[in-house]
Nanobody, 114 residues
Framework: VQIVESGGGLVQPGGSLRLSCRAS????????MTWSRQAPGKERELVIG????????NYDDSVKGRFTISRTNIGKTVYLQMDSLKPEDTAVYYC????????WGQGTQVTVSS
């Protein structure tokens, strides 16, 4: 199993970023996928997920209406579109399957700051 997140960076409050997660080594189309994040000094927490059939799972009310998850099974990729970003969204963002595999990716850093 290999999971590689990308797309993070520094963005001003109110800005947008699109994260990508490329997965391999498992039957991607049969698994739900999630995005989690870990802010400095805090534990990793689930943010949003998508089932194998495209049903959206909202784990964190603070991102409702601002974050959108999508997937392409052909490309074995999950996306996280983040709009109206806030400083409190600053974190390392990770993706994984449902249930999660033991080997997490490196994550991608998102920093929201002026």
């Amino acid at each position: 199993v290999q999971i590689v997140e990308s797309g993070g960076g520094l963005v001003q409050p109110g800005g947008s970023l699109r994260l990508s997660c490329r997965a391999s080594g498992f039957a991607f189309s049969s698994y739900g996928m999630t995005w989690s994040r870990q802010a400095p000094g805090k534990e990793r927490e689930l943010v949003i997920g998508i089932t194998s059939t495209g049903y959206i799972i909202n784990y964190d009310d603070s991102v409702k209406g601002r974050f959108t998850i999508s997937r392409t099974n052909i490309g074995k990729t999950v996306y996280l579109q983040m709009d109206s970003l806030k400083p409190e969204d600053t974190a390392v963002y990770y993706c994984n399957a449902i249930p999660p595999f033991d080997n997490w990716g490196q994550g991608t850093q998102v920093t929201v700051s002026s």
